[in-house]
């Protein structure tokens, strides 16, 4: 069984930066893509990020030029580096892996930009 895990989401005003981390766990032989999807309330979920196997990188209009992701393939993790943030990111935050035919999600993790 694969599990996903996410860490770094929080509070932040509108122009700052947040870290998104997850790290993948279980019987793993190779992860093929991973991203990050977000979901406001009373909207749709997106697929904010994603990062294929060979490292080619994929963006939301939205968020391009100001969101970076990144994967450590030796560690099983994925990354999102968020800066510039606006009030419109607020959301909770989804990792993503697509392994060997299965999507595996994480659990969430909030993300508020206000001031």
């Known amino acids: 069984q694969v599990q996903l895990v996410e860490s770094g989401g929080g509070l932040v005003q509108p122009g700052g930066s947040l870290r998104l981390s997850c790290a993948a766990s279980?019987?793993?032989?190779?992860?093929?893509?991973m991203g990050w999807y977000r979901q406001a309330p009373g909207k749709q979920r997106e697929l904010v990020a994603f990062?294929?196997?060979?490292?080619?990188?994929n963006y939301l209009d939205h968020v391009k030029g100001r969101f970076t992701i990144s994967r450590d393939d030796a560690k099983n993790t994925v990354t999102l580096q968020m800066s510039s943030l606006k009030p419109e990111d607020t959301a909770v935050y989804y990792c993503?892996?697509?392994?060997?035919?299965?999507?595996?999600w994480g659990q969430g993790t909030q993300v508020t930009v206000s001031s």
């Open positions: 993503n892996a697509y392994i060997w035919g299965v999507d595996y």
């Open positions: 279980g019987t793993i032989p190779s992860i093929n893509n």
């Open positions: 990062i294929a196997s060979g490292s080619r990188t």
